[in-house]
């Protein structure tokens, strides 16, 4: 009875008091689906199409915000008059510089995207395609560990992927490319040609950074678990990641996004941490609408952006 009265105290205090002010959505990549592949790696997409509409839909209800100006709103040194959207990209992804940012420009959207350092120059994979590619091509996938798991239909196949996704990020952080290809040493892989075929170059970054609605942050260097890391790599994490940045496009990079981005990933070790260092925000993968009174800039919350999105704002 105490927590059925707690939760509605909770609601109506969330209704009336602290009430929503805007959305920070979070998107990985802008591309075309591709049906033969699997869905977790799909659902990762939006098209084209729908962010160009969503953008024309609500532009006319919302304000669209850079990270810097939504970090002003949170802290009180900026007022607006209609909820605010932020789109915020993970990764660094080819496709956010070939099909999103000239939707972007087009429409004059400040946009941030959180570069993860080491998959952009080749020492970090995009293990997640490499398992997809595995999976799609096999009837059973068998792990150097013994574990054996039924890719013979589509369902099967999305079940294992998610199951072998968890193994891997629960790996060891020491020497994890090697862990990673030992627990897949029964197939051929060849990791790096995912990040030469789907992330962008530097060039592309610098360029969108010098752009008037481009902002660079800070996705660590191996995209690793940070729940899993020790205070030191935490540390040299962000460090050198945010080193590298800085040196590339000349600016300071002074937001940051966790890697992953849910309890799962990150604790309250790793926030901490980020919290001592000098970035102005840190931002999680989920946790809903930015509220009123939602003023810690190191948890800061992200919704799920995806093709049927439908802005909180219109009713």
Not at 11 to 37: I, W
Request: one cysteine or more; a neutral charge.
């Amino acid at each position: 009875m105490k927590t059925f009265f707690l939760r509605k105290i909770r609601t109506a205090y969330n209704l009336y008091v602290n009430k929503p002010v805007g959305s920070v959505y979070m998107l990985h990549r802008v591309a075309p689906y591709e049906n033969d592949r699997l869905a977790p790696n799909e659902n990762m997409k939006v098209t084209p199409e729908f962010l160009e509409k969503f953008i024309v839909d609500n532009s006319g209800h919302n304000i669209f915000l850079s990270m810097n100006q939504v970090k002003e709103v949170i802290s009180g040194t900026t007022k607006i008059t209609k909820p605010f959207i932020a789109f915020t990209f993970d990764d660094g992804y080819y496709d956010n510089y070939h099909y999103a940012y000239p939707i972007l420009k087009k429409h004059n959207i400040p946009f941030t995207i959180y570069v993860s350092t080491g998959l952009i120059d080749g020492t970090a994979w995009l293990w997640w395609y490499l398992l997809e590619d595995i999976i799609l091509t096999n009837e059973s996938v068998l792990l150097s560990n013994g574990l054996s798991f039924d890719c013979s239909t589509r369902s099967l196949k999305e079940k294992s992927f998610m199951e072998i996704r968890k193994i891997i990020l629960d790996l060891p952080s020491d020497n994890f490319n090697d862990r990673l290809l030992q627990l897949l040493s029964n197939y051929h892989t060849s990791p790096e040609i995912y990040n030469s075929r789907l992330m962008m170059n530097w060039q592309q970054i610098v360029e969108i950074s010098k752009s008037a609605i481009g902002t660079i942050g800070v996705h660590t260097v191996s995209h690793r678990r940070m729940s899993a890391l020790t205070a030191e790599e935490i540390i040299a994490e962000l460090n050198e990641s945010r080193k590298t940045i800085e040196e590339k496009i000349e600016k300071r990079a002074v937001h940051f996004a966790y890697p992953f981005g849910t309890e799962y990933e990150i604790d309250n070790n790793a926030i901490d941490i980020v919290r001592k260092t000098d970035f102005q925000t840190a931002i999680l993968a989920n946790g809903g609408l930015i509220r009123k009174y939602d003023k810690d800039l190191y948890k800061l919350k992200r919704l799920f952006f995806a093709d049927g999105t439908q802005n909180p704002f219109r009713k």
